[in-house]
């Protein structure tokens, strides 16, 4: 897959968050959705359209773990890169075992998003 010009789809309930990076995804080169909540993403037609997500781990409602169970009880192989402000290890470890790309700690640089993005969009 190419990495530039795909598309990713950021899933964050904190509003700074969605405001924040997409300027930082489009200048990284690609296209970007962003959605408030799990539910509002499993409604869209991005669902089927986005080459990788950038997931908060916790959110109201259906939090990111769970949307990731879903999409691959829907079988959605899209990947993910989880985000958090839970500094937590052995949390990053079990997303990743889960099959996440990374799981990067909030607040995280440019170049560790970039180089996380990259890895995802490489995935088979």
């Given at each position: ?8 789809s ?35 037609k ?32 899209t990947?993910?890169?989880?985000i ?13 075992a ?27």
């Amino acid at each position: 897959m190419n990495a530039k010009h795909s598309l990713v789809s950021v899933i964050d309930d904190d509003e700074s968050v969605r405001e924040s990076l997409p300027d930082l995804l489009r200048a990284f080169g690609h296209g970007v959705e962003t959605f408030a909540s799990a539910e509002d993403f499993l409604l869209s037609k991005s669902i089927d359209t986005s080459d990788c997500l950038i997931l908060d781990i916790g959110m109201p409602g259906m939090t990111g773990p769970e949307l990731q169970r879903e999409l691959k009880h829907r079988g959605k192989r899209t990947p993910i890169v989880f985000i958090t402000a839970l500094k937590d290890d052995a949390v990053r470890l079990q997303l990743i075992a889960h099959g996440a790309v990374d799981c990067l700690f909030k607040p995280f640089s440019a170049a560790a998003l970039q180089h996380a993005l990259d890895a995802a969009l490489r995935s088979p």
